[in-house]
């Protein structure tokens, strides 16, 4: 078993991973959660996979658990959902004292994350996740959020979970497009932190424990720096500014966000490129790992849909926009551009 401890003082908590771990899930809750009650969250796809196996397993360990199945998709992670969430828990009878579970990808992270930070102002959170984008990144890090018709993501909370287990065998079920997708998070994560990662996701089948370890090990120890997401951390955000804005011009159903932060990450490049920076051993090192996970290289975009999205962007302030560039492989940088600069490199 690989296991990282995210090093928050007083919020501390542990991260397992290894294969099969959903089978003593109930035991490792035990050790961190003494209550009698769990909110089980989790969506209508995977609570059929895991769900039932895990509530039972909870029962047996002496939990009364009460599940909550909410359909798949981002389409859910709303104030609608939340408020359905927020009353449930009250009509079940929670308390305080007792915690949620959230098994599912990153949608069931973030929704289950928040209203276990705001109920009761404050409730114990385990984290389950079961896409890779949610095991090498969402669960850790303590964000959580709903979205609102205006953008993503955008009434939420810093709330740390009390545990995070990892199952990389729940991997096996999910769909290829999906994995890819986490795939482009990890090589992200290879870019700003940690050039191992690279050499893993390059080999014919890398070792998915490994990889979920290094990317969080790397998570883990810009979110111990930066917990609230006000420097260190910003590096994390490589191909994310223009990710976002690719994500919202295709109505946030037409791309999956990793597939976004691929192009995104592509895109930037060509902007270093212009600001005369030399890339051309990381465009060679990233484009060729894009292609093996099956990633577009580029999105097509107006400048009107770069105009009209980017100003959106949370990194955007006083007209300047904090971008995140690479290099050299496993360093990022921070530059502050003005927009309108950033638009006429984009345009060309
Ligand atoms: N909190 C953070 O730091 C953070 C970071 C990155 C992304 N996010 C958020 O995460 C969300 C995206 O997460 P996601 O990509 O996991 O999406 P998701 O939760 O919608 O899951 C994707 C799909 O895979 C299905 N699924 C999940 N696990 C499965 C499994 N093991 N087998 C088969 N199917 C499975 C789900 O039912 C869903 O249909 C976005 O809302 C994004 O904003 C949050
Ligand atoms: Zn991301």
Same mark, same amino acid.
């Given at each position: 078993?690989e296991q990282?401890? *995210? ?8 991260v ?5 771990l ?6 490792e ?6 209550c ?8 209508? +796809?995977?609570?059929p ?9 909870l ?9 909550y ?5 981002e389409?859910?992670? @709303?104030?609608?959902?939340l408020?359905?969430? /927020? $009353?449930?828990l009250a ?5 305080r ?9 990153? *949608? *069931? ?7 276990a ?7 114990s959170?385990i984290?389950i996740?079961?896409?890779l984008?949610?095991?090498l ?6 964000k +959580? ?5 205006e953008?993503? @993501?955008?009434v939420?909370?810093f ?9 990389p065998d729940c991997?096996n079920?999910?769909p ?17 932190? @940690?050039?191992?990662?690279?050499t ?22 810009? *979110? +111990? ?8 951390r910003?590096v994390?955000?490589f ?12 109505? /946030?159903d $037409? ?6 932060v ?7 490049l ?14 060679? $090192?990233?484009m ?10 580029s999105i097509?975009c107006?400048?009107?849909?770069y105009?009209?999205?980017?100003p ?30 950033l ?5 060309t």
């Amino acid at each position: 078993m690989e296991q990282i401890t *995210v090093a928050l003082g007083a919020r501390s908590y542990g991260v397992k991973i290894a294969r099969n771990l959903l089978e003593s899930a109930a035991e490792e809750i035990r050790q961190v959660c003494p209550c009698e009650k769990l909110a089980l969250v989790s969506d209508e +796809t995977v609570f059929p996979l895991y769900g039932q196996d895990l509530a039972k397993r909870l029962e047996t360990a002496g939990y009364a658990v009460s599940v909550y199945s909410l359909p798949p998709g981002e389409r859910i992670k @709303n104030l609608v959902t939340l408020d359905a969430r /927020y $009353r449930w828990l009250a009509g079940e009878g929670f308390t305080r004292a007792d915690a949620v579970v959230a098994l599912g990808g990153g *949608v *069931v992270g973030d929704l289950a994350g928040f209203a276990a930070a705001t109920m009761f102002r404050g409730m114990s959170l385990i984290q389950i996740p079961t896409t890779l984008i949610a095991q090498l990144d969402s669960s850790v890090g303590g964000k +959580t959020a709903v979205d609102l018709p205006e953008g993503k @993501n955008l009434v939420g909370a810093f709330y740390q979970p009390s545990l995070v287990l990892i199952d990389p065998d729940c991997l096996n079920t999910l769909p290829r497009r999906q994995f890819s997708s986490g795939a482009a998070e990890a090589v992200k994560m290879g870019f700003v932190a @940690n050039p191992s990662l690279l050499t893993e996701l390059e080999k014919a089948e890398p070792d998915w424990e490994k990889v979920i370890a290094a990317a969080l090990g790397a998570k883990a120890a810009l *979110v +111990t720096r930066d917990e609230r997401d006000t420097g260190a951390r910003h590096v994390l955000n490589f191909g994310h500014t223009l990710g976002h804005v690719y994500e919202a011009a295709g109505g /946030y159903d $037409r791309w999956l966000h990793g597939e976004a932060v691929a192009a995104g990450m592509m895109k930037m490049l060509a902007v270093e490129e212009q600001q005369g920076l030399q890339v051309d051993a990381v465009r060679k $090192r990233l484009m060729t790992l894009l292609q093996q996970y099956d990633l577009p290289l580029s999105i097509p975009c107006t400048a009107e849909q770069y105009r009209r999205y980017l100003p959106l962007d949370k990194k955007c302030h006083d007209s300047l926009v904090t971008l995140v560039q690479v290099t050299e492989d496993g360093h990022a940088r921070l530059t502050d551009l003005p927009l309108s600069t950033l638009m006429t490199y984009l345009e060309t």
